[in-house]
């Protein structure tokens, strides 16, 4: 009787543990960056002066590191342009989500916003990007509407024919059930991994 209590206990406290909300804030601006916590527990994170320390003691220990490679929007912006890159980027993340679209029921959105700045000195080309670059991210955002909750959602694309200069930011703030969470990762892992592998990328 006993073992059987000590197994169901452990089972309901295993049970507990994946269905605790873990929560995540993602964007991209320059570079991509990121801050995980699960039941208060910073896992994760990207932010500058924890990275900066980090390479610092990397760089003590390891005087003679290899160079840093491209981020992956570096790498496609080499190979397709800013642009090009942004389309690319947009793809994958529709891509990914329809992998996992019986799954965004279970994942709620705090906020989510992107922003995107088409410029370019030949007005007509200008035009063909924002109609490309909006074909491929109302799209993604139409799939978000398949998540349990989206408290806030903010879509700013913008065309500028006099030639500014180009811009590309996301952020989003999320919050899934750890269990929820793990058969999503594995879906969309293989989706980049896909991905990745298509496009000869290594980083």
Known sequence: MIPLIIISAVLILVGSVLFLPLKANLGFKDDFWAKITFAGITLFSTDKEEKEQKSAEESQEQPKAEAKKDNIFDFLKQKYGFFGAVKKL???????????????????????????????????????????????????????????????????????????????????????????????????????KKFITKENYDG
């Open 90 to 192: 947009l793809l994958l993340l529709r891509e990914m989500l329809s992998h996992i679209k019986g799954l965004l029921r279970h994942i709620k959105i705090k906020k989510a916003e992107i922003d995107i700045n088409i410029s370019g000195g030949d007005a007509a080309q200008t035009a063909i990007e924002y109609g490309a670059i909006c074909s491929a991210a109302y799209p993604l955002f139409g799939l978000l509407e398949a998540c349990r909750v989206v408290k806030f959602k903010r879509i700013n694309i913008k065309s500028d024919f006099d030639g500014g200069e180009p811009l590309f930011e996301f952020s989003t703030e999320v919050s899934v059930a750890l269990v929820f969470l793990i058969i999503s990762a594995i879906k969309i892992y293989k989706e980049y």
